[in-house]
């Protein structure tokens, strides 16, 4: 059975001189493993569209349990990601971070809606990487079932309204008077931070890259994000292991 479907590829590996087998995230399909005959070579009409991080059209062919490429054009292919290392290390991770939350076959609009604009701010400069860093790991996590409770304090039930202690292995937060005797772990967040991580999970996807944040503060909302997200998926992913070393 042929179908058609726009996505973005999140992984692709060589089989051989000519063929790829592809990691694609598509709205309607979600997470796809589809193998591209001939999409190795130079001259090849697929070359371009099944490199990593091209956000294509697809037909893709099932037989039985395997999904096949039949053909692929170029969308998007992000140049401003391309030509800088850093840039691109930051991208890679967030491909392999979708790639570890993200299920198979099931539609994922959200999260390839996530993963473009992230993208898209990524090249075009719109955000620091250490805020677009924050926002995918946290949206992400949100859409995939691990969000945080980050509504008010896990003891006395109120907002604080200044500084909080977030617990990463718990995914809350209570106030610093009702936080446990010999807790550890916790970590502190100003009200600026604190207010970033509720925005990030709770606003509404159009305005979800709408706030700016003093960039004394970046380190701790990605620190606090990286956290959390460590504490779900109990591994760090290799490029995130080689972002690191450019920063």
Do not use: W
């Amino acid at each position: 059975m042929q179908t058609a479907t726009d996505a973005l590829v999140l992984r692709e590996r060589k089989l051989d001189e000519q063929d790829r087998l592809l990691t694609l995230l598509s709205a309607d399909q979600g997470i796809i493993t589809a193998y591209a005959k001939g999409a190795g070579r130079m001259k090849g009409s697929m070359a371009s569209a099944t490199e990593l991080l091209c956000y294509s059209h697809f037909v893709l062919f099932r037989n039985r349990d395997r999904c096949f490429a039949d053909r692929a054009e170029v969308n998007t292919l992000f140049f401003g990601i391309r030509g800088n290392l850093e840039k691109l290390a930051l991208a890679t991770y967030f491909a392999q971070l979708c790639c570890e939350l993200i299920p198979e076959n099931e539609p994922a609009a959200e999260e390839l809606r996530l993963m473009l604009n992230t993208l898209y701010c990524l090249e075009q400069d719109k955000l620091p990487p250490l805020q677009l860093k924050a926002i995918l790991e946290l949206r992400l996590l949100t859409l995939t079932g691990y969000m945080p409770d980050l509504i008010a304090c896990r003891v006395c039930g109120s907002l604080p309204d200044g500084p909080v202690l977030f617990d990463p292995a718990g995914g809350s937060v209570c106030c610093p008077d009702c936080a446990p005797a010999g807790a550890v772990g916790l970590l502190p967040l100003p009200p600026g931070v604190f207010a970033a991580m509720r925005h990030i999970i709770y606003c509404e996807f159009e305005k979800l890259f709408c706030f700016r944040l003093a960039e004394e503060n970046l380190p701790l909302l990605a620190g606090a994000a990286e956290q959390y997200l460590l504490c779900q998926v109990e591994r760090i992913l290799p490029a995130l292991n080689f972002y690191k070393t450019m920063l």
